[in-house]
């Protein structure tokens, strides 16, 4: 991944893979919707499902979800919250490539023999920097989250749902419901990252770009790999950012490990591993078509930056030209001026 990017800055590198990462989960956003809703779905033990909202629909399946959806919202339902999850992508994405291109960079000029990081480095670095892209960003998957979990009579926009957060019992604090359990999920991107990189290096040893399909494959391959690892937590992680079961009386969870003992003991432990249908699609395609789009980016990046400072250079010359012409012009005309000039005489 960084490989590539060789002749980008960091904030190229940011730039390149913010866009892709737009690009790609507003392709796919219903399905972020519907794994949500399928995620906060609680099904008590008497076997009647509670649904987190009181007056929220059941859904069976992906399938099921989706046409529900549609059903009591039209087609605009399945892209409730997209403007806040977009910019939470964006944030989150730039945030995330800026300080793993910076941390990696750091880690190679600290080599006395500058080589490629082995996988348990590579890892590190990426939950490194995934760890410091989500102190920033996380407040914006919170109030995502809950938008995408209200009900059809309870709608509300970005900043009115930021503002029930706040109003909450935690307070501000309740912007950053979930870090704990997303400082653990760096591991996610850490595994996909690095899973990539590892691919990267074994299947196209030596090559510099990748062509789109391949790009699209190593993304989804290790996007897979890294989502089946970190379901459990996942599922957590969603349980506390939105609002509490019905059940709970409007008491939030305190940590990710309530809430997966909450799952466990009122569906069982296979629970933990609820919506990861439209988990592992949506992480196939959003991933597949990120690095398959950042690969892109990068090169028109390098091409855009390349031709800006052609540019640059260019004006520069004709600057420096028109100043060596003015001063060459000011200079004859005052050689001119000189030899027009009567030299004065005095008499005795």
Known sequence: MAGQSKALSPWGSALAGATGAVLANAAVYPLDMVKTRLQVQVKEKTSELEPTLANMQHYT?????ISKIIDDDGVSGLYRGIQGSLIGVASTNFAYFYWYSIVRSLYLTSQKLPKPPGTAIELSLGAFAGALAQVFTIPVAV???RQQTQSKNDKKGLIETGRDVINSEDGWSGLWRGLKASLVLVVNPAITYGAYQRLRESLFKGRTNLRPWEAFMLGAMSKMLATIATQPMIVAKVG????????????????????MRYIIENE??????KGIGPQILKGLLVQGLLMMTKERMELLFVLLFAYLRQLKAERFQQVAKLTVEKAQGAADAAAEKAKNVVPLTTTN
């Open 61 to 65: 399946s992906t399938l099921d979800a």
């Open 143 to 145: 109030i995502t989250t």
């Open 240 to 259: 506390l950012q939105s609002q509490p079961p019905p059940t709970r009386k409007g008491k939030p969870f305190k940590s990710f490990v309530e809430v």
């Open 268 to 273: 069982g432990v296979l629970s933990l591993f």
